[in-house]
């Protein structure tokens, strides 16, 4: 067998096809792609402007007849791709990808579908192209860029005295570094990346996190993508369906139709697997911290401290999730790193864009020390994105931002359209083969219906102890210092279900954003009585409870309110209110003071 790869660059769209065949398709698919062009990009032989023109469009079909099959759906998709978004008699680019995709390629193939859109508007040859040029050589002259994933690459020593990127730990320490760590989940087709400097202890421990991309993520789309991961292709079940991987056939419940369109339904697919957003986030973050340059990871440090759940926020600045026509079987990240550490105003200091299944993930690095906590939320981004999505605006994508800054456990949904030749129907019962049938979630808790939250529920409080612990007196607090603050807020609730009660204990570490000045610790017990204390707690039946959202921001901002009292007298910059966004919000919305 032998491997061809190749890109198809129209006005609109760029869409990579791989196609594994035999000498006498490889034939084909050379005569295919080896037509005379009306012009080349460059002087190489392998890049070259075609016509979607009677002749193209006669051999194409002859081309997915003959070599097109269930097994071996490229030609097929090939011929649709193009059908799709080209005329009859438009101009296309074809570059031979062979040597896979690198950051030169990709600058290539912007230039050419820029061409594209220059012969279209009959404007002068690359005076688009040259429009756009400026603003990536701005990008580039303030950033240093690496693409990873085309070459098998090892990131780190290997050698005993190599450091755990995540728990900083050595041979000596304890760690052992036996396993092959991958920098981004084989389940996601990786096979060429992968870092030396994650010791085994902690490749088990944050395979959880990295499951929130790989699995509750991108679960289905690898399926339906035919993503071969570690054992190939895998089937996965939903809650509402069943993708045979080994049959090409997806199996449905009758939950998922959207829309009946005749030969084809859209559908909508619901997962089974558990993730959340923000541990999504840390996935991503966590493929940067296993490939950089070692000698930049003294900037990481809070960052790591994060992904490892021992730095706590609860406001991000949002991934921008763009929809690609091409399948990404290798994942191909772009990092880029701030030249200068100083320059703020240039933008984040470590950026990245992550091509895996069909989706471009762009998304900031969080907590880095050198940019002084101006990089942690929305707002404070915004004014970088059009600057950080420069490579990838001439695609015409479509694209989203997805706010990541939840805790919260859900599952991922997919909506596509799908030939019925392809879908069977599931029976009432569920089943629908010996070995296959519809599953369910992974677990569930019951829903529970609460009333609408009224503090006037709370008949007493009381602050039993508040605490003051390890305050530093050599920090100078100013309003700098302040604007840098970082926080980890721990609470726990204790019930008394005999007398209505409820007892609170909640405790704040204050550092700076890197967590190289250490401000206080501090701590405060409560007990409120309820007047009926079903109305806020409900026993489930896994043995777990559930807790009214509302309750737990009021009595937390109450806890706060009374901190607030102690600290400010020794701290007057300090305001525990603005620590946790969400409370701040909230006890405006209970009417509560300060």
Request: with cysteine.
């Amino acid at each position: 067998m032998r491997p061809i790869s190749f890109l198809i660059i129209t006005v609109s769209r760029v869409r990579h096809f791989h196609f594994c065949c035999t000498i006498e398709q490889a034939q084909d698919v050379l005569t295919l792609i080896g037509r005379k062009p009306i012009e080349w990009f460059d002087n190489t032989l392998h890049r070259k402007m075609l016509v979607y023109d009677d002749a193209f469009i006669n051999e194409l079909e002859d081309f997915a007849t003959r070599h097109g099959s269930p097994d071996n759906p490229m030609p097929f998709n090939l011929m649709r791709f193009m059908k799709n978004y080209l005329k009859e008699g438009e101009p296309f680019y074809m570059f031979r990808m062979d040597n896979g995709l690198n950051f030169l390629t990709q600058i290539d193939i912007t230039h050419a579908a820029l061409q594209l859109q220059e012969k279209k508007a009959n404007k002068e040859k690359d005076s688009i192209w040259n429009e756009y040029k400026d603003a990536i050589e701005t990008l580039l002259k303030d950033y240093e860029l690496s693409v990873l994933g085309s070459d098998n690459i090892n990131i780190g020593k290997e050698t005993d005295d190599r450091v755990c990127r995540f728990c900083g730990k050595t041979k000596a320490g304890g760690a052992t570094f036996k396993k092959v760590a991958h920098a981004i989940s084989e389940a996601l087709g990786n096979k060429t990346l992968k870092c030396t400097e994650e010791c085994d202890q902690c490749n088990a421990r944050l395979a959880d996190v990295e499951d929130n991309l790989s699995v509750g993520y991108l679960g289905i789309r690898r399926s339906i993508l035919g993503i071969k991961g570690k054992g190939g292709v895998k089937s996965v079940g939903g809650q509402n369906f069943v993708l045979d991987a080994k049959k090409h056939q997806m199996i449905l419940s009758e939950k998922t139709l959207i829309e009946d369109l005749g030969k084809q339904l859209k559908i909508k697919l619901e997962g089974r697997e558990l993730f959340t957003m923000q541990g999504l986030y840390k996935a991503l973050v966590k493929v940067v911290i296993d490939l950089v340059d070692g000698e930049l990871l003294r900037h990481f440090r809070n960052t790591i401290q994060w992904i490892n759940d021992k730095l706590v926020a609860e406001e991000f600045p949002p991934i921008r999730q763009y929809y690609s026509e091409s399948i990404y079987a290798q994942p191909i990240i772009e990092i880029y790193i701030r030249k200068s550490i100083d320059d703020i105003e240039k933008g984040p200091y470590c950026f990245a864009n992550l091509f895996v299944c069909d989706l471009i993930l762009q998304f900031v690095v969080p907590f880095v020390d050198v940019d002084k906590g101006m990089m942690k939320s929305a707002d404070m981004v915004a004014p970088y994105w059009d600057k950080m999505a420069v490579l990838l605006s001439m695609y015409n994508m479509q694209s989203e931002f997805i706010d990541c800054s939840s805790n919260e456990e859900r599952t991922a949904w997919v909506e596509l359209v799908y030939d019925k030749s392809d879908i069977k129907q599931a029976d009432s019962s569920g089943k629908v083969s010996d070995n296959l049938k519809m599953l369910p979630p992974k677990w569930t808790v019951d829903n529970v219906e609460f009333p609408k939250f009224d503090p006037a529920i709370i008949l007493s409080k009381e602050m039993h102890t508040i605490e003051l612990m390890d305050v530093n007196d050599k920090v100078e607090v100013d309003e700098a210092w302040a604007h840098d603050t970082s926080n980890n807020i721990r609470s726990s609730f204790i019930l008394d279900e005999e007398h209505n009660k409820v007892f609170i204990e909640l405790s704040i570490e204050i550092c700076n954003t890197d967590n190289t000045e250490h401000l206080l610790s501090c701590c405060v017990r409560a007990e409120f009585k309820i007047k009926d204390l079903g109305v806020v707690f409900a026993n489930e039946n896994n043995g777990q409870f559930s807790i009214l959202k509302d309750f737990v921001i009021y009595t937390t901002v109450l806890a706060l309110i009374e901190l607030n009292r102690v600290i400010q007298p020794k701290f007057p910059i300090i305001n525990l209110l603005k620590l946790d966004a969400e409370n701040l919000c909230s006890h405006y919305r209970f009417g509560l003071k300060e």
